[in-house]
Structure formats: structure tokens, C-alpha cells
């Protein structure tokens, strides 16, 4: 019996920047495409945010990859192809790069692996496992297997992970799920999505939706089903669709905790650099107060760094969050991952900074020249943003604005706030940041 290892990578610099953050759900990959392995196989999973890599010899060894782990997953990857393992790798950054991804390993997957991954795993034991393999054509999202969570191993509560539909119908200028995915949204069967939560023995899960709402008929019937199950959850969604009043109701009753809203910037000119104008920011305290009143926290994701953004940047978004009550936020700096319209742009205009992949993970490091601020400006002001929202004097003021799901809110604000302090004393290596590669040295 042939003996698989699925891996999910995390170099270490990211993990330590994640650690204590409360809302470290497990990704799904590896536990789903693990529901779709054969009998024939003795299989094991591994997520490096649980448990460390022991290097033995597998048959075989799949590794998930994206953009900020590409060198340290090449890395491991060497490791077991010397220890004599047939090494696959996939995911997003070796969709993008695959004629760089495939110098690193024994077989590459581009594109969607719904049909390609079971036809490697048959194509090995014939011993006849091909370079690569390619998704032509947009796999359907019926009939797919329950995610292999009895596999996963360490703490059970951040298992909870789901997804309910794939792609996004916009075409945000920093985000390359048009060229991860085929170019075409859709939807998995009502009643498979039910099936597979109320296998999750955890009470509270995540959505891993790009964007839960992006067709409220089929949102608002999946909801109507699982209100029976009395589940807590969170999903990624719009701004704008959250001005759906029977949307945000169904969401409540279904057991919505919070909503991670992309707002992205509290600037026009920034909206714009995003391709993301169908924000309204004139609008962004009217759906903080509608989301409020139906007992649902937001979660908004920030991005600094758009060409517009000034150095003033980080007060005024600290001051509008505080203002209108946002429950938590998820900041991030602008990082033009390859296959995005900015990255090409950046590059045509020589502003791409001589760095590794390592520098594009959009919370440690900066990977380009912003226009109107220096590299460091950037990244000292998105820290300083960080060390101010999670003060406790912007706790208690956001939270006594919000008034909903108070002590989960502390919970989480609490959290954030232990991250960033953590990682605040931790020297995170030279100027290229080698110290990724701790582990296999």
C-alpha cells in the first residue's frame, strides 16, 4: 500500500505572526482533496500551524503552495525527493508559475484539481504519473467528497471549514482568483453543503467562500437549511451585498456570527486603484449600523499601500473604523501577487522590489515601491495602524459602539492585540528575510 503525505506549509515568520489570533481556521485543501484518495492509499495529513514536519520517507508527498510559501515549500520538497519520495505540488502560486514550480518537483497541478488530482492518484499506482496536469474545463461542484477531517490532527475547533461556491463575478485589481480558478462562478447543491456541515463536529466553522453573497437566491435557500443545524459561523462577503435586509436576517437566524468585509480603504481614489467602486464609503457606517442592528460583528479587511494612500493614510482609517464601530480588522498591505493586474502594472513601470516570494505574504513584508511613501514608510505605518486599533482604549471604544457579540468581540480584539504584541519583539531575520528557512536547516 502506497503511503501519501498531504502537506499544508507555514514558514515560520507567518506563523509567528499568527500566533494567538483566535480565528486560525485550518485551510481546506489538503483535508478535501483528501476525500477524494483512494483505498489503495495509506494516507496522513499534515498542517504546519499544528504540528511540525518530521522528514521520513513517503511514496508520495503533496504540497499545497502559495505565492509567500513558494521557497520555503521548494524547500521541503527538496528534502523528500532526497529522501527518495515522488513529490507533487499545487495550488495557487504553481497555477501562476508553473514552469518555475515544476524545477522543484516530480509533478505540477494547474488549475483546479477536482478531475486531475483522482487521475494522478490512479495514474501512480500504474506507475505512470505524468509531468504535469492541467484543468481544462471548470469542474462541476456536485457529488464532491466530505472533506478528510478525521485526519487532522492538533486542535479540533479550528476544523470547522466549508465552502459553499467558487470565484468571485468581480475583477479586483490586487486579486488573481481569475486566473486561480476558470473565469465562471458556481455554486455546490444546497443540500451537499448541509450534508457536509452537519458532518463537522464543531459548533462554530468558517465559510471559505471568496463571496458567500454573491448569489443571495442560492445564499438565502442554503441559510433557510441551516438554521436547523444551530451552528455559529462567518463568511467573506461585499459591502454592497450586505444592503440585502432579508439577506442579513436569514444570515442571523442561520447563526452568523460575523461578516469579513473587503472595504479595502476609506478613500475614492483608493476604491479606484482597486477596481472595487461598487464600495460606497459614504454608505460604509449605514451598513456597520444595519449589520449591528441584526446582532452580526464585521471583520474588515484593509489594504494599505494603493498609489493614492499618503502617509496619512493609517490615522484617518484608524479614526474611521473607530468612528462607525468596526468589531475587528484584518489589515493588510498591498502585495501585487503575479497574474494580478498591478503586478504587471508595477513591473511595466520598474517599481517591483529585487525580493524573494517570501516578501509577497502582505502582512510581514513589502514587495514594490509605493508611490507616494518609501517600503518602510509603508510597513511602519501599517504596524503602527495595528498597535493602535488593538490598544485597549480603541477596544473599548469600538466595542461600546458596536454592542453585539461583546465578549466573542473582546475575545477576538484580544487576540489580535496578543499577535501584535508578540510579534512586535521578535526579530524576523535580515533583509531577505532567510530566516523562513529555519526549519530545514
Not at 239 to 251: F, Q, T, W
Not at 422 to 428: P, R
Amino acid at each position: 500500500m502506497p503511503t501519501l503525505l498531504m502537506i499544508t506549509p507555514e514558514n515560520l515568520e507567518i506563523k509567528r505572526f499568527r500566533a494567538y489570533q483566535l480565528n486560525n481556521f485550518m485551510q481546506l485543501t489538503m483535508p478535501y482533496l483528501a476525500g477524494f484518495v483512494p483505498k489503495e492509499y495509506d494516507i496522513r495529513l499534515l498542517d504546519e500551524h499544528t504540528e511540525p514536519i518530521i522528514f521520513e520517507k513517503f511514496d508520495l508527498v503533496a504540497i499545497t503552495v502559495n505565492t509567500p510559501n513558494a521557497p520555503y515549500a521548494y524547500a521541503i520538497s527538496k528534502k523528500f525527493r532526497e529522501l527518495g519520495s515522488w513529490v507533487a505540488l499545487g495550488g495557487p502560486h504553481v497555477t501562476l508559475n508553473p514552469e518555475e514550480a515544476a524545477l522543484h518537483c516530480d509533478t505540477i497541478f494547474i488549475g483546479e484539481a477536482e478531475e486531475t488530482w483522482p487521475q494522478f492518484l490512479n495514474d501512480f499506482l500504474c506507475k505512470k504519473a505524468q509531468k504535469v496536469y492541467t484543468s481544462s474545463r471548470a469542474p462541476s461542484l456536485a457529488g464532491l467528497p466530505i472533506p478528510r477531517r478525521d485526519l487532522i490532527v492538533g486542535n479540533r475547533f479550528i476544523s470547522g471549514a466549508v465552502f459553499a461556491s467558487r470565484g468571485c463575478p468581480h475583477n479586483c485589481s490586487y486579486c488573481s482568483l481569475k486566473k486561480i480558478y476558470h473565469n465562471t462562478f458556481r455554486t455546490r447543491p444546497v443540500d451537499e453543503v448541509i450534508k457536509d456541515i452537519a458532518s463537522m463536529p464543531n459548533k462554530y466553522f468558517v465559510f471559505w467562500d471568496d463571496n458567500f453573497f454573491a448569489d443571495p437566491s442560492y445564499t438565502k435557500a442554503l441559510l433557510k437549511d441551516l438554521a436547523k443545524l444551530n451552528k455559529k459561523w462567518a463568511a467573506q462577503v461585499t459591502a454592497h451585498s450586505c444592503e440585502d435586509e432579508e439577506l442579513l436576517r436569514l444570515a442571523k437566524s442561520a447563526g452568523c456570527l460575523y461578516l469579513f468585509l473587503g472595504l479595502e480603504s476609506f478613500s475614492e481614489q483608493g476604491l479606484k486603484d482597486a477596481n472595487k467602486s461598487f464600495n460606497k464609503i459614504e454608505q460604509y457606517g449605514k451598513i456597520a449600523d444595519k449589520l449591528h442592528r441584526h446582532g452580526i460583528s464585521i471583520q474588515a479587511g484593509i489594504v494599505f499601500g494603493f498609489d493614492s494612500d499618503t502617509p496619512d493614510v493609517f490615522e484617518t482609517t484608524l479614526k474611521a473604523c473607530n468612528d462607525i464601530g468596526i468589531d475587528g480588522v484584518t489589515a493588510s498591505i498591498l502585495t501585487p501577487f503575479p497574474g494580478t493586474g498591478i503586478y504587471d502594472q508595477y513591473k511595466n513601470e520598474g517599481r517591483l522590489l529585487d525580493v524573494g516570494w517570501n516578501y509577497y505574504n502582505g502582512k510581514t513584508r513589502v514587495a514594490y515601491v509605493p508611490k507616494q511613501m518609501s517600503p518602510e514608510e509603508l510597513l511602519n505605518g501599517y504596524n503602527e495602524f495595528r498597535r493602535k486599533f488593538y490598544s485597549w482604549k480603541s477596544i473599548i471604544k469600538r466595542i461600546c459602539k458596536s454592542r453585539v457579540n461583546i465578549f466573542y468581540n473582546l475575545a477576538m480584539n484580544y487576540g489580535y492585540r496578543q499577535a501584535y504584541r508578540n510579534f512586535a519583539k521578535l526579530d524576523i531575520g535580515d533583509s531577505k528575510g532567510m530566516n523562513i528557512f529555519e526549519q530545514l536547516i
